[in-house]
């Protein structure tokens, strides 16, 4: 079965590093998302990907974040500056476009655990 | 802003019950998924609805676009079952999604 894979499955690092977190979405897939989970909050959009531009991002994802497909394989989320309360469970997910897969089902990966200490 | 709002919160069963978590959600959102996300974390899509009814083994899910409400159904409960379930909602062609707070179903023995 085709999955999302994302790496790395957990990364420390310290206050004020840059962080690059990897995503390879299902190869067909052109819609890809990344998400946050603050340990004991809600899942939260970050931005959604389509024909290689951000198609939605939300309050959250300010200038200190970007994303990129830089080989068409790979899905990036950059943070340049992390703070403290970046710290959470980052996912990526996929889907394919409606009109070629109506199940309209999303991938997700497994998950990078981001620690800023 | 787009809003979805989930009921029980949480929810304790006993095995064999049929249960039913519910949301509801703003003008604006066209269709909703319902996710399962498993004690260690992972997230599995269960279903993705813009009319009517779904079912998939002892799931079903519903919509209701008039009321702007969806239900998420498992019969025959299982331990196994033990996960929390999200309603998000999708709002334009963009996919902007907005995500419910999640419902915790724990099923006991």
């Known amino acids: 079965e085709p999955e999302v894979t994302q790496t790395p499955s957990h990364q420390v690092t310290q206050m004020g590093q840059e962080v690059i977190l990897r995503c390879v979405p299902i190869s067909n897939h052109l819609y890809f998302y990344w998400y946050r989970q603050i340990l004991g909050q809600k899942v939260e959009f970050l931005v959604s990907?389509?024909?290689?531009?951000?198609?939605?991002k939300s309050e959250i994802f300010d200038d200190q974040f970007s994303v990129e497909r830089p080989d068409g394989s790979n899905f990036t989320l950059k943070i340049r500056s992390t703070k403290l309360e970046d710290s959470a469970m980052y996912f990526c997910?996929?889907?394919?476009?409606?009109?070629?897969?109506?199940?309209?089902?999303?991938?997700f990966g497994e998950g990078s655990r981001l620690t800023v200490l | 802003k787009n809003e979805v709002e989930q009921s029980p919160q949480n929810l304790t069963a006993q095995e064999g019950e049929f249960i039913t978590i519910n949301c509801s959600y703003s003008v604006g959102i066209s269709a909703l998924h319902w996710l399962q996300q498993h004690p260690g974390g992972g997230i599995v899509s269960l279903f993705m609805l813009s009319s009517g009814k779904k079912k998939h083994g002892r799931l079903i899910a519903t919509i209701n676009i008039q009321e702007k409400h969806s239900s998420l159904h498992i019969t025959a409960s299982h331990p196994r079952d033990s996960a929390v379930y999200i309603c998000v909602g999708l709002s334009g062609s963009a996919r902007q999604l907005t995500f419910g707070s999640g419902t915790q179903l724990t099923v006991l023995p």
């Open positions: 997910a996929s889907d394919a476009p409606w009109e070629l897969e109506n199940t309209g089902e999303l991938f």
């Open positions: 990907f389509y024909n290689n531009e951000i198609s939605e």
